[in-house]
């Protein structure tokens, strides 16, 4: 049987009716990423959605950005190494002590937006936010793009990575991700976005925006929790999970 995780980055929310949208999205996945502060959330949201996932048996992770709350961290931005470890340290020291405040685990850590795309494709970038978690918890899983310099910051520093593929984003030549100022960026047809997962998962293959299959081993399955179709992606992929025999638990 084949075997993957499906993670949502949540605690992102803005109002009642985005808050119901993760509550929704919960008993669907089996890993979440906390938003920590910087780009979104706060120390309440954190809470809640950490006693959430618990109640659900949902991995708990943290989701460290850039200092970045005007423009949802999704804007690059090149801060000086100590500063930087400070950021990404004191993001997750802090989520460290509200898990166990609320009696719960944290599982993983996985970067958010700019800082987790900017990573993927510049090693010592990886490797200083990889060095950080492995300062503050040597056992600590990293979410990290499939085939990215995220990988090799992982090894260097001795934590283990799971690769990460996404249900909602095409793919450029060399498995990086469309960027999002591309208009072909998002995948917010749900068929399409359960056809690529499913090519992922059991070929091991994504066909990127040229045509050409590109090989990847997806470790976790990821769905953005701000996108409009996120619920209606996990229906459909868990869904299509059953249906092609493919057991959804955290890694």
């Known amino acids: 049987m084949f075997k ?24 669907l996945i089996s890993s979440t990423n906390i938003a920590c502060g910087l780009h979104a959330g706060d120390d309440r949201s954190i809470r809640k959605t950490m006693r959430r996932a618990f109640e659900f048996g949902v991995g708990i992770g943290s989701h460290p ?8 961290g999704r804007k690059a931005m090149v801060l000086p190494e100590v500063k930087l470890r400070d950021v990404v340290c004191r993001q997750i020291t802090e989520f460290i002590n509200h898990a166990s405040a609320c009696g719960v685990a944290m599982t993983h850590v996985k970067a958010h937006g700019a800082l987790y795309n900017m990573a993927a494709v510049d090693l010592r970038l ?4 990889c060095e950080t978690i492995a300062g503050l918890d040597s056992d600590m899983l990293v979410f990290g793009l499939a085939n990215s310099r995220w990988v090799k910051a992982a090894e260097v ?18 498995s990086e991700l469309v960027p999002r100022v591309d208009q072909s960026a998002l995948i917010t047809d749900v068929s399409e976005a359960e056809q690529q997962v499913l090519k992922m998962v059991h070929q091991n293959l994504v066909t990127s925006i040229d045509g050409v ?17 996120a619920y209606h992606i996990a229906v ?12 959804v638990m955290p890694p």
């Open 4 to 27: 993957v995780d499906l993670n949502c980055d949540l605690g992102e929310y803005r109002s009642v009716s985005e808050e119901r949208k993760e509550i929704e999205v919960m008993p």
């Open 157 to 174: 520093t001795g934590l283990q990575i799971v690769e990460e593929v996404f249900s909602d984003r095409r793919y450029l030549s060399g």
């Open 213 to 229: 299959d590109h090989h990847l081993v997806p470790g976790t399955v990821c769905i953005h929790g701000d996108s409009p179709e």
């Open 126 to 129: 990886a490797t200083v936010i």
């Open 236 to 247: 459909k992929l868990r869904s299509s999970f059953e249906r092609h025999g493919v057991k």
């Open 65 to 72: 950005s850039f200092p970045d709350r005007d423009n949802f």
